[in-house]
């Protein structure tokens, strides 16, 4: 045993040597054959052990995030040693990582079908029509920014729960890279006055880098995460994903597991004391005190128009006694003014407006007086939430504030 953890400490430490290497201008092709040679027979899970244990002793992610490259590099001539068991992985249609993939195709299909040919075009005839037509098939492309985004939203926070944590910071790191570099390539090509080499150097530069990304996900990140994570993971996932939005693919099949009793019942799983959301559970004591630090008075009327709930916030624009509780919200409000509540909450519940919205100066503050509509997922009406807030202090901010204040 004592040999396999010695033999851990020494590749790590020539990890470290190698990122460092990277780090005074090494080249991917520099460093290459030296990471070649260090991973030798060990998997992509031992490999993002070692990155983890780098970061965990305070090496920063943005300096293991230069080693992404070299992995791809080397992983495309050694597949099937550094993850043999994911080839035989069966992704079932609709399952996240199915859906990911199929995303993958049609992004290497526009490339390699539409951008890339588009690009020669315009370089070659200079004509504005064929710019057009490369642009087009680039805003295509950006719509990745919807399959990044579950990706980083989606599966990074199961990752981390797992103490996955390193190799999500670095993917989102590149992630965030072939963002900015798809914006400057758009914006260098309806600039009239850039050289088309220019252009067309950066769009190839990007599209590799997609390409190397998809490389990443699928022989490193999916493997890892189908090794690691549960159907119940995976179905919450699944039904998160619409929220989204999907990459180039015009219908997305449902995912159902094919044993589905391995799901367990999420009430059963929740405590007791916890209540549970669509996005997590909370217990009572941290639902009323979350309500009550939002910087907002808030107040909730029922469906049957009677005062159930307000915050008590340390911000408060208008008194209230909990005497008002199970009060009809008309005689919560001066006569002159109940045709104008009744209205309101009428407007709401019929549908003809899901909010209104009034302002008022009171008391040296601009109050910001906001009343919605709350339906359920059925769309049923559920009672009218009145939001109230001074928006002076936000009114009067100028400039930017990039630093953290003082305690």
Known sequence: MSEIINSREQRQAKLKELIMELHEGATVNDVKEKFAKLIEGVSASEITQMEQALVNEGMPVSEIQKLCDVHASVFKGSIEEIHAESNDLKYEPGHPINTFELENRKIEELIDEEIFPSLEAYKSTKE??????????WEKLMTIERHYSRKE???FPYMEKYDITAPPQVMWGVDDEIREGMKLVKNLSVDETIDIDILSEKAVEVMDQIKEMIFKEENIMFPMTLDTMNVEEWKAIEEASSEIGFTLLKTVKRWQPRFEEEIEDKDIKTSAENIQFDAGSLSPEEINSILNTVPLDMTFVDANNRV??????KER???????IIGREVKNCHPPKSVHIVEKIVEDLRSGIKDHEDFWIEMGGMFVYIRYFAV????????GTLEVTQDIKPIQELEGEKRLMSEG
């Open 153 to 155: 939203n989606l599966l």
């Open 317 to 323: 624009i208008f008194d209230r006694a909990k005497t």
């Open 308 to 313: 159930k709930y307000f915050t008590q916030g």
């Open 375 to 382: 339906r359920n997922d059925k769309g049923e009406f559920l």
């Open 128 to 137: 504005s029509n064929k710019k057009e037509i490369f642009l087009y098939a």
